[in-house]
């Protein structure tokens, strides 16, 4: 059998070369099938065709991004705001102990505790106010908000006034879509005399950019003997 099999390539050698060619673009095409097949779901590649993909996955050797998921996603905001609220005032801001899914833990706490652990971040001594930190739910529609409300972002309210009523500070909600600035909602009340160029009324609540509320004065944020930046 191989003897004929060698006397055959010896006496076509151009068309032995075409076999060879054939049968290895086949094995080649069963392997980028399987490999097509096998691909992982991701939302950070959109391939045109086969070969985006064969070129990008195979070739460059890319891994999937994995979606984060909210928890993380909550997470990360809320220590994006520590920093920069510690950077603001030279103070130590921190995440909550239980952060997010903290009540079953903090009420039954003694005062002194409710106060220190009450919101997402943890504050220094002498800031007036208790903060509720959201983050993502891009899928609250701002332009719409006035016409008929929105529940999720009311609840988002109420959870920080149930804040305020359990550490005696007053309400501050924080909130970061993606790719977006820092809004601030907090009581109007409490703005008293202070004005912004830039805010928006919902409710009895004003919504202002972080940037802008941070550059009020020291005395707004902190009891009269934490003041520190006048």
């Known amino acids: ?91 130590s801001f921190s995440r909550s102990v239980g952060s997010g899914n903290r009540w079953s833990q903090v009420d039954h706490l003694p005062k002194h505790a409710r106060e220190v652990f009450s919101g997402d971040l943890v504050v220094p001594a002498g800031f007036r106010f208790v903060i509720e930190s959201k983050g993502g739910y891009d899928g609250i529609d701002m332009s719409s908000i006035f016409v008929r409300g929105n529940s999720e972002l009311d609840s988002f309210l109420e959870q920080a006034t149930n804040d305020s009523k359990r550490c005696g500070r007053k309400p501050m909600m924080c909130w970061k879509k993606t790719r977006k600035p820092w809004l601030v909602f907090i009581l109007t009340e409490e703005l008293g005399d202070h004005e912004f160029k830039y805010s928006m009324k919902y409710g009895k609540w004003t919504a202002v950019a972080l940037e802008h509320l941070l550059k009020l004065p020291d005395s707004f944020f902190l009891e009269t003997n934490q003041a520190i930046n006048e």
């Open 1 to 91: 059998m191989m003897t004929m099999i060698t006397d055959w390539v010896n006496n076509h050698p151009y068309l032995t070369v075409v076999v060879i060619g054939v049968i290895f673009n086949s094995i080649v095409n069963v392997v980028r099938a399987i490999a097509w097949r096998n691909r992982p779901h991701c939302s950070c590649h959109e391939f045109e065709d086969f070969d985006d993909f064969i070129s990008d996955d195979i070739v460059n050797k890319k891994k999937p991004q994995k979606k984060v998921n909210g928890k993380k996603k909550g997470s990360r905001t809320e220590l994006d705001l520590t920093k920069i609220l510690t950077e603001r005032f030279g103070q």
